[in-house]
């Protein structure tokens, strides 16, 4: 009967084709049940392990997460007693903190999420109010964030990886492992080498039930280095470059307010043109950057790639009578690069006939730290970013590999405006959608020096924009 089919059908989209698990209640997270219908019908399915796995954590998370019998009675444990000598019923855990702006924290977040699959580690969220309300509570009749109570929302007295990496130095491997061990994964050029992509080391982590992981960086191609993870993580992910994709649209759901502001600016604005562009400006280095170098920038790599068509001039005739409408969705700290595109194409004839309307949501001047309406924005602008056809970001944003990455779109990046030269190409096309892992490890696993992984691994290349990152392709 067609209508069951239908019926079925539905819902198989709804649930995005098994990524996500059914039974929650769709008045509390509107987003997670209808960003469907603002997506094109997706090509990249989940495998049925990933699905598999994401039940099982889900399993996981209802046994052992925040008010529940093994809750309690772990946490106990791990918190009164300085070593494990857990009797191995106990449950483990992963508690993430974040650290620097929303993007960093979005693609982080997605990769501590798969090492706690991996691990069989329980994901717990330290979000301070700057975090609150921006997400739907990911894992049915639970909760992620880490409760008030808990003494982990400081890690005072938390030993700490180094000391792990010391002992490993000395290769006691005898001593006794922590109960809860805070591990900062914020990786910078100058910190030592982690060895975090190690077996060795993943071997002593294992054995610590409480894990603190407070990190900024993509760190996915690290686990597909990680030998002892290589079966199941191959098996999870056959098509390496949507391991965000999934990760991402399993995980964040924007919540109710964001879901209300993101439909919104869509309806209001975008829905009725044939095409979105997406153009995401982040600005580095304001301090030796001109507004006019980037103007010149965007619309180098837009009308060399005819992304955007040229304006008719003197010289030219509008010859092709195209009534294709595109919105350009602007999204910038600064009012400058919205307000310049919108002067140029307002009321002007383009050579192809297309008509074009430039929007930019909002202009926050600068990066805010603690402040959730600011979040709230970003958030809002890298999901709507995600709903263009055609997408073009800056060189080494996390905000635009947000954007990149659930849209499963290869973005067009373009170049560092100061490393510019005159005859070069203002952008390039990406090869993924994939987020890029920015301080890959440095060293094989017994200490020699390793110029760069992507020639280990087949499936990892060095970034586009960034010569020592990697990421999956
Ligand atoms: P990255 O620094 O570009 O890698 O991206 P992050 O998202 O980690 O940090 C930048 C932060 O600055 C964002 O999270 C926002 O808070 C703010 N920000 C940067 N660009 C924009 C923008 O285009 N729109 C909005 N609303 N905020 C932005």
Not at 103 to 119: D, E, H, P, Q, V
Not at 139 to 157: A, D, I
Not at 164 to 183: C, E, Q, Y
Not at 402 to 413: E, S
């Amino acid at each position: 009967n067609s209508s069951s089919s239908d019926s079925i059908h539905d819902d198989q989209e709804k649930l995005l084709d098994g990524l996500l698990a059914s039974g929650f209640d769709e008045a509390s997270c509107i987003s997670r049940l209808q960003s469907h219908l603002y997506r094109k019908v997706s090509p990249h399915k989940p495998s049925r392990y990933l699905i598999s796995k994401l039940r099982n954590y889900e399993e996981l998370h209802r046994r052992c997460g925040p008010n529940t019998i093994a809750y309690n009675k772990s946490m106990a444990y791990i918190e009164n007693s300085k070593n494990n000598n857990g009797d191995g019923t106990m449950c483990k855990y992963l508690v993430f903190s974040p650290a620097n702006g929303l993007g960093n924290r979005i693609i982080s977040m997605a990769a501590t999420f798969l090492y706690a699959i991996l691990t069989n580690r329980v994901l717990l969220v330290r979000f301070g109010e700057d975090m609150h309300g921006l997400f739907c509570e990911p894992f049915l009749n639970s909760t992620w964030t880490l409760p008030n109570n808990s003494p982990f929302w400081n890690q005072e007295h938390v030993e700490t990886y180094d000391t792990i990496l010391d002992k490993d130095k000395a290769n006691n491997s005898k001593h006794d492992s922590p109960s809860a061990l805070f591990l900062n994964h914020q990786f910078t050029k100058g910190n030592p080498e982690k060895f975090f992509h190690c077996d060795h080391i993943q071997d002593l982590l294992r054995n610590v039930p409480l894990l603190i992981l407070q990190t900024d960086q993509y760190f996915v191609p690290s686990l597909f280095m990680i030998q002892s993870f290589n079966l199941e993580i191959n098996k999870m992910f056959p098509q390496k470059d949507t391991v965000f994709y999934h990760l991402a649209h399993y995980l964040y759901h924007p919540s109710n307010e964001a879901w209300r502001q993101i439909t919104t600016f869509y309806q209001t604005y975008l829905a009725k043109f044939d095409e979105i562009i997406g153009i995401q400006i982040r600005v580095f280095r304001p301090d030796i950057t001109s507004n006019q170098a980037i103007i010149d920038l965007v619309l180098n790599c837009t009308i060399e790639n005819k992304l955007l068509p040229k304006l008719v001039t003197q010289n030219s005739v509008s010859y092709i009578q195209n009534h294709t409408r595109k919105a350009i969705l602007v999204t910038s700290l600064s009012p400058n690069y919205g307000e310049n595109l919108r002067a140029m194409y307002q009321n002007k004839q383009s050579i192809s006939g297309e008509v074009i309307e430039v929007y930019q949501p909002s202009h926050e001047e600068k990066q805010k730290f603690g402040d959730n309406m600011h979040n709230m924005k970003a958030w809002t602008e890298m999901y709507l970013l995600s709903l263009s056809d055609i997408l073009v970001t800056s060189s080494l944003s996390t905000f635009g590999y947000v954007a990149q990455g659930f849209g499963g779109l290869k973005p067009w990046i373009l170049v560092k405006p100061h490393k510019k030269k005159p005859n070069s190409a203002a952008c390039k096309q990406d090869f993924s959608s994939e987020p890029c892992f920015h301080y890959p490890p440095m060293h094989e696993c017994n200490g020699k020096f390793q110029k760069h992984f992507s020639s280990s691994f087949p499936y990892l290349w060095e970034c586009k924009d960034s010569h020592s990152g990697v990421k999956l392709i």
